[in-house]
């Protein structure tokens, strides 16, 4: 399934809602990214576009992933969870996660 490209307009209303959604102004968010706040107007109308450094900013900023900003469902797992799914993701062999899910899931 493919997922839809966000227009920079879409991109800017899915970050203007999550930020009144937090109830951070305008002018809040452009001080924490050391920009103006015009600038986050510009983003929010969609006549400016984010980079993918400002957007990981952004999102730090707003507490969310930059996924989200895409559409895509938070996470609902730990941070524990997600650190044992990278560790087992890093495992060097299939024999290894065979062994591992066998004992876990019995």
Do not use: C, D, T, V
């Given at each position: 399934?493919?997922?839809k490209i966000l227009?920079?307009?879409d991109l800017g209303a899915r970050l203007r809602?999550?930020?009144k959604g937090k109830k951070i102004t305008q002018e809040q968010l452009a001080e924490a990214l050391d920009v103006s706040s015009q600038l986050i107007q510009q983003y929010e109308a969609g006549r400016s576009q984010m980079t993918s450094l400002?957007?990981?900013a952004?999102?730090?900023v707003l507490g969310i992933s930059v996924g989200e900003l895409f559409d895509e469902p938070p996470s609902t797992l730990s941070k524990d969870e997600q650190k044992l799914i990278q560790a087992f993701r890093l495992l060097?062999?299939?024999e290894v996660k065979?062994?591992?899910l066998d004992c876990l899931c019995k």
């Open positions: 399934m493919k997922s227009s920079n307009e809602s999550f930020r400002r957007l990981q952004i999102a730090q060097p062999s299939n065979k062994f591992l």
